[in-house]
Each structure stands twice: as C-alpha cells, then as structure tokens.
C-alpha cells in the first residue's frame, strides 16, 4: 500500500504530534534516574518462588539476576564499591544465583574477583567462606576461585592457616587436568610462609616422588624449593644448638 | 463534531459489549477467584495479602491483555470487512473516525478496570481499591491508544498484538533494566557509555507502567498524592503522544 505525501496531512496533525513528543521527552527527561543504592539490596525470594517467575529459563533468569545484582552499590566515583552492601543478603542472592544456574561462574568469579576486595575483613572471610563452600560442590569446575581466594587469604588477610585449608582442600578434590600443577602445590608455599619448613620439605619431597608433577620445569622449581628448604631447616637447627 | 464522535464511540462500546468479551471477562473473574481459593487453602498466615496481592497482579495482566487483543482484533475487522473504508468515505475528517473509535475504546477499557477491581473487594479494604482502579484504568487507556496506533500502522492482527505486548513488557521492565545499565555508568569505554545512553533515550520515550497501579497500593502502603498525579499525568501526555502518531499514520494511508 503505497503511502500519501506528508502534505496532505493536516498541519495540526503534526504539530500536534511534534508538540506532544517534545512533551513525552521532557517528561521522560524529569524523571529521576532509578538508582540501586547498596542498603536497597534486600534479601532474595525462595529457589521456589524464583524457579516459578523464571517460567522454564532458570538459567536465563539466574545470568539477569546476576546483571541486577552487580547494579547494586557500584556507583561512579566510590572508591570503595560494595562497601555498603549487606552481605548476608548478598550471600544469599549470589547462593540462588548458583541455584538456578549451577554452571555459572559468574557468582563465583564475582564473590572472589569483586565482593572480597573490599577493605572490611569480615566482609571479605564472608565471600572466602561462601567460595570454599560452593567450591565443594564442583571442585573440578570452580577450582579457579577458591586458588583466588587462596591468594587472597594468605596477602590481604594474611591469615596462613585459612589459606592452607583452602590449599589443602584444592589438593585434595581438585582432580581435572585442566587445572595447572601449582593449584595442586599451593600448600608447601603457604606451610614455608608459616615457618612450618619441615612439613613443606615433606610435601613437595612427596609431590616429587609422586609422579604427579610432569611438566620439567615445575620439577625444577619444586627441586630448586626443596633444597632451599633443606637449607633453611639446617641453618635453624645450626642456630638452635 | 461530537455528533459524529458520540455515534462512532458509541457502536464500540456496543461491539465490546456484544461480542465475546464479556464472557472472557467472566471467565477472567472465575479464574481470579478460583486461584484466590486456592491460595486461602495453602497459606498458613496472611491469607488475605496473599490472595489480594496474586489477585491484583493476575487481573492487571489479564485486562491488559484483553484490552489490548480487544482493540486489535476490532479494527483488523474494520479493515478486512472495508468498514475503514465506508467510514472514510462519509463526509468527516478521518481524524474524527479515529478520534471516535479511540473514545469507545477508552470507554470500555475503563469499564473494564472498574469490573475486574470488583474480586478485590473480597480481599483488599475498600478504600485501597479506587486508587488502584484509577491507576488500571489509566494503564489501559495508554495500551488502547498504543494498540490503536500499532494496528493502524501494521494492519495485521499478529505484528500488532507482537508490537504492543512486546512494549507493554518493556515499558514495565525498564527501570529494573536502567538499573543494570546503571553499572557501566562508571566505565569510560564508549561502548559502554553508548548503552547506557541508549537505555536512558529509550527511557525517555516509554511510560513508567512499572511506577502504575502497584500490589503494594492493595496490600502496602498506599500511593501518596504526587504519585497520582504523576500517573495522570504521564498517561494524559502519552496518551495524547500516541493518538497524534496514529492520526499521523492513518492520514498518510492510502485509502
């Protein structure tokens, strides 16, 4: 159907069309900006009642909640996002998230990567623990978070004993060979950091002889720790007589 | 002129009235009430919040869907049965037909509103109820006018209903995806910049029906007074925006 010229509609027609656009446009321009402030993060709804509004798409759901989550707190110009977050809700959300999307490793990588890089200690033990927890359930898939939190327990918390129960754990159930050998050998360096020597010679004599590391030069830097570890536990014992 | 409009508006309010739409209507009621008795059976506390608060949401949908299916399928009817074309062979301005098929529209949406407020009353204190009402009634005369326009622009029963149903979600989803877009606020990559420009600019353009006719006015708090006004305000001017596009459209129709 071809279309009439525009002059043959009326001139009211269009200037009242333009007058009443300008006015949507200056209607739409005075409507404050909806912002998410970090105390209007409350806590999620039920898996249940999130599995009913996802209408078959959970995993669809669970990436725009994440989306949604990130809104909350992370303004232009703060210079310490997500301070203000109440991490128990937080917790909470991202623990549905993984609900409804158990691949996803955007929680993860969010708890790991951004929640826990605030300045409060607690905060950040919240997110650690929360990882360590969720890693437990897929190790093989979600090792890459708990070796972040590792880092992060034993430089930014500087709390050894934390770090090494996360190392010992991704020694343990880490077991996929996409993963590198050093996720695997994380606690012989945190054991060496808590003074711990003969323990950390024990282990990485252990991982040596186990065969399970292949790769020649992670063999020469485990070799290279060994001996100097062997040479700090004889200069301790030197100085201990 | 308001000789002419009255008729016209007139014979479509008598079309919805004739038509099957009332039994949809009834059936709509059955189905509120059905799902309010079934929720006073499982819920253990706060039956009624519960059942008002569904109740709302379930009728919102529903008079927004046969409001918007109502006006679509009548004017296709007009089309395919050449009465778009007697009517604009009458000695009358086409905006006048269309300005009078817009009032008969309205009429009924907003009789719609009123009846499908009435399963409220069982749940909700009555005083809740007309501003909620109000606010339906408001919803449902913006997705008259978007239908109107959406149907004189793409003539088909399908593509329109898609149109509007797909601005209708839209228009009701786009603070929370504001919100999101919010997050690249801080970023300086120009992509991300555009995005959030784009959201804001298509912001400005749709009604906030997420700010109209809330749960929470019928089990919360009420609405203050500058929200009502708001929501009068916004549906006057697009509204007006809306019929003066598709009086645009419909004078540049060659028929």
Known sequence: MRERPLSDVPRWVKALLVAAFALQLAFGALQPRPRAA???????????????????????LGKLLMLYIQAFDYQAGTRTPYRDLNYDHLEQWLDRVLEL?????????????????????????????????EYLKDPNRRWPWLAQATVIAKHELKDLALAREYAVALQKHTTTPDAPPWVRQMEPFILEDMNELEAARILIGGLLASGQVTDQRDIMLLDRRLKRLEERIKAERQKGR | MMRIIGPIARATVLEAVRSRMLWLVGAVLALSLGVASFLHQVAIIESAPIQGAVVGALLRACAAFLTVSFV???????????????????????????????????????????????????????????????????????????????????THIVPALA?????????????????????????????????????????????????????????????????????????????LLLVAAAQFDLHRQNL
């Open chain 1, 38 to 60: 970090a105390e209007d993060l409350g806590p999620p709804p039920s898996e249940g009642v999130l599995r009913l509004a996802a209408v078959g798409e959970p995993i669809a």
């Open chain 1, 101 to 133: 999307d158990p691949d996803g490793q955007y929680p993860l990588m969010s708890a790991s990567r951004l929640y826990a890089e605030v300045p409060d200690s607690a905060k950040q033990r919240k997110m650690l623990e929360f990882v360590y927890r």
């Open chain 2, 72 to 154: 679509v399928m009548s004017m296709v009817r007009e089309f395919n049965d050449k009465i778009l074309e007697l009517m604009l062979a009458q000695p009358w301005p086409r905006a006048v037909y269309l300005f009078g098929k817009f009032v008969g529209f309205a009429a009924a949406a907003i009789a719609l509103a009123l009846i499908l407020s009435l399963p409220l009353l069982l749940f909700v204190p009555a005083e809740r109820i007309p501003v909620w009402s109000l606010s339906l009634a408001c919803e449902l005369i913006i997705l008259t006018a978007m239908s109107l326009f959406f149907v004189i622009t793409l």
């Open chain 2, 163 to 239: 149109a509007v149903l797909g601005f209708y979600i839209l228009a009701r989803s786009i603070t929370a995806i504001q919100i999101m877009a919010a997050a690249s606020e801080s970023s300086m990559r120009w992509t991300d910049r555009l995005a959030d420009w784009i959201v804001s600019g298509i912001a400005w353009v749709l009604p906030r029906f997420d700010s109209m006719t809330q749960t929470a006015w019928l089990v919360g708090q009420p609405p203050t007074m500058p929200i009502i006004v708001h929501v009068l305000g916004e549906t006057a001017i697009y509204t």
